[in-house]
């Protein structure tokens, strides 16, 4: 499979292997990621769980091209079992989640870092949540994630603007934990800080991550439902056609608010 399980002692180490296609998530993908962040979750020899990827991009998010003629109950049914799913195992994890990125998180890419409980990057990290340029909504938990770190005005801009963040932007903001010199260090420090946190205190950990969630409000889990309800319904839209058409094409696109 292209989305990797290993385990190194008492850490789980997921990594998105599909460099070629800039380790862009296809369907069986992310499924596959969320099962195995399901069976990391419930096995208690594993404390801690690492999630990183190949090549010099993270992810650069969903395939587009699988799901644009889905209908509305086939899109909602896919996003339950797959991205919805990952950041969902990813908060509800009782045990320490990192993230390792290094090029570009984009969309789905960005909210598997998103929902993590620490993300280190390089330099060369950017992130950017492009969906308003394709009239979709951003998803897997993106609205979420960003409102809450950064609040709703910035949260908005980011969203509508859909730009790149730059990795020293993206520290100031909060998005980063900890900024490392270059990929070497990267994969290093990933693995030396997830064998540290697997030695420590899981479940103390754990209820950390529970009263964080807790004390914002709706739950991700009301949040995620309101989504599913809303995104499937965007890829009935002219502009979403016009914005999947433009990308294709590569032009500007021309939408009609409709």
Same mark, same amino acid.
């Given at each position: ?147 809450? /770190?950064?609040?709703? +005005?910035? #949260?908005?801009?980011?969203?509508? &603007? ?5 990795? %020293? *932007?993206? $520290? ?34 754990? /209820?950390?991550?529970? +009263?964080? #969630?807790?004390?914002?409000?709706? &739950? ?5 439902? %309101? *989504?599913? $309800? ?29």
């Amino acid at each position: 499979m292209s989305v990797r399980l290993e385990v190194e002692g008492q850490v789980g180490i997921i990594t998105i292997a599909r460099p070629e296609r800039r380790n862009a998530l296809d369907a069986d993908m992310r499924v596959e990621c969320a099962r195995h962040l399901q069976q990391l979750s419930g096995d208690t020899d594993i404390r801690a769980v690492l999630v990183r990827a190949e090549g010099s991009t993270f992810c650069a998010g969903a395939d587009l091209g699988q799901f644009a003629q889905q209908s509305i109950p086939a899109a909602r049914n896919r996003m339950a079992r797959g991205g919805l799913k990952i950041v969902s195992q990813m908060m509800s994890a009782d045990k320490p989640v990192i993230c390792a990125v290094d090029g570009a998180a984009i969309g789905l890419g960005w909210s598997i870092a998103l929902a993590s409980d620490i993300v280190l990057a390089t330099p060369g990290a950017q992130f950017s949540m492009p969906f308003a340029r394709w009239g979709m909504v951003a998803d897997c938990g993106a609205a979420f994630f960003l409102t809450r /770190m950064v609040g709703p +005005l910035k #949260a908005k801009d980011l969203l509508f &603007s859909g730009r790149k963040i730059e990795a %020293e *932007e993206a $520290l100031q903001l909060g998005f980063i934990s900890r900024l490392v010199a270059d990929r070497e260090a990267l994969e290093r420090e990933a693995l030396e800080l997830a064998r540290e946190l697997a030695s420590r205190p899981t479940v103390a950990f754990g /209820m950390m991550k529970h +009263l964080v #969630a807790r004390s914002q409000s709706p &739950s991700l889990e009301e949040f995620l439902r %309101e *989504e599913m $309800l809303i995104s499937p319904q965007m890829r009935f839209t002219h502009d979403f056609k016009e914005g999947i058409q433009s990308f294709v094409e590569k032009r500007p696109a021309r939408f009609k608010g409709e």
